[in-house]
Each structure stands twice: as structure tokens, then as C-alpha cells.
């Protein structure tokens, strides 16, 4: 089955600095993968996605960026603030109603 | 998206007995999933649960363990039976809101302690 390896396991940054968290994923058939956000006794918040078919896609400060070939995939964050602070999950699946595998996830800490 | 809740939101059990989860949607959806959420961790799906008919176990979670029902497109549970400590988890459900959708949408969570 698919196993996703995400890197760091925790993150410091100062305010206003980028961000990166990187994933890894095994099962090349994985052709969607979200992100989440999960604040402290808070349920994961979907912050971006990506599709197979795409190699990167921006919102805002995030972005995302896929590679295939690769099977890894990261988020970036840039200019970073305070209310970034939090645990972040990538995850991996068939897409549609496939189950998701997370990887064990990375807290970021920004400091002020 | 879709709109998620469970109950109870927390419980303090003892060992050796069950809960039973709600999570009711505020749409109709096809799947349902369960994870688990062991303190400081990731997320694990339990299972996979699909309206009539059985739900489908992840490896290490057994039927006996988790009864599941889903009697309907918006509503499902998970029973949590003979707890132990090692049970004490946040508890989750989510789900696909469209048939052509990929993104997954989780409820607020259980917190469960087991004492």
C-alpha cells in the first residue's frame, strides 16, 4: 500500500521567513495530494491541493509543487506569520472517494 | 464542502467499555471514513464505510473492535468496544461531498480517554 514520508518533523522559522516541508510518496497510482492544517485541538483544515496533471499550484503565501517522476511533493510558505504556527499534514490518495494516507507530519513553530 | 459534526465531542470512559460515535454530514455522500488520531500523532484510517454494505477494515482494526453501521447517506458510527488505555485518541470522520470531487472533509473530532 502507499506510504508517504514527510520531512521535518518540526520547523522554527522567524516571522517573515519561508517555509518548505517536503513529502515522499511510494504508489505511483496516488494522483491527488492535499494539505492540512491542524491547529491545536482543532480538526485538519485543507490549506491546498494538488493533481497529478499539475506541477505546481500558488494561493496566496502557499504554494505547492509536484514532482512524478520524483514522487515527492512540497508546500512552501512564504512570509510567514505568527498565526502560521501549527501542525501541517501532507497526505496522498487515488483522488475521488479513495482514503487518504498521511504522512507523520511537521509542527511549525514562527517566531515573532 | 460539507458540513461535519460528532458526538459526543469528548468522553472519559472506563476500561472495558464501549462508545458509540456519531458523525452526521449535511449532505448526502457515498463514503464515510474513520481515522484515529493517537495523541501527538498522525492520522490513521480505522475505515472505510460505504452505505449498505459492510464497512471495509484497515490492517490492525478489526470488526469486533470498531463496529461501524452506516444506515444512511449522511449519518454513520463507530462503536469503540472493551476499551483500554491504549485507545485514548481523537476519533474522526470525513467525507467526499460530490461524486466528482476529490477533497476531504473532516468532522471536529472525539476525544476519547480511557482510564
Known amino acids: 500500500g502507499e506510504n508517504v514520508e514527510q520531512h521535518p518533523s518540526t520547523l522554527s522559522v522567524q516571522e517573515g521567513d519561508s517555509a518548505v516541508i517536503k513529502c515522499t510518496y511510494s504508489?505511483?497510482?496516488?494522483?491527488?495530494f492535499p494539505w492540512y492544517k491542524q491547529e491545536l485541538g482543532k480538526r485538519p483544515q485543507l490549506i491546498i491541493d494538488i493533481r497529478s496533471n499539475v506541477g505546481e499550484k500558488k494561493d496566496q503565501r502557499i504554494a505547492v509543487t509536484l514532482n512524478k517522476t520524483a514522487k515527492h511533493f512540497s508546500l512552501h510558505i512564504t512570509e510567514t506569520q505568527p498565526e502560521d504556527s501549527a501542525v501541517y499534514f501532507c497526505?496522498?490518495?487515488?483522488?475521488?472517494?479513495?482514503?487518504?494516507?498521511f504522512g507523520k507530519g511537521t509542527r511549525l513553530s514562527v517566531i515573532a | 464542502s460539507a458540513v461535519i459534526s460528532q458526538k459526543p465531542s469528548r468522553d472519559i470512559c472506563q476500561r472495558g467499555t464501549s462508545l458509540t460515535i456519531q458523525c452526521q454530514v449535511d449532505?448526502?455522500?457515498?463514503?464515510m471514513f474513520w481515522y484515529r488520531q493517537q495523541p501527538g500523532q498522525s492520522l490513521t484510517l480505522i475505515a472505510t464505510?460505504?452505505?449498505?454494505?459492510?464497512?471495509?477494515?484497515e490492517s490492525g482494526f478489526v470488526i469486533d473492535k470498531f463496529p461501524i453501521s452506516r444506515p444512511n447517506l449522511t449519518f454513520s458510527t463507530l462503536t469503540v468496544s472493551n476499551m483500554s488505555p491504549e485507545d485514548s485518541s481523537i476519533y474522526l470522520c470525513?467525507?467526499?461531498?460530490?461524486?466528482?470531487?476529490?477533497?476531504?472533509?473532516f468532522g471536529p473530532g472525539t476525544r476519547l480517554t480511557v482510564l
Open positions: 504508489d505511483s497510482a496516488s494522483n491527488y
Open positions: 470525513s467525507v467526499v461531498p460530490g461524486p466528482v470531487e476529490d477533497t476531504q472533509y
Open positions: 449532505s448526502q455522500v457515498t463514503m
Open positions: 497526505a496522498a490518495s487515488m483522488g475521488g472517494n479513495t482514503p487518504l494516507v
Open positions: 464505510a460505504n452505505q449498505g454494505s459492510e464497512a471495509t477494515y
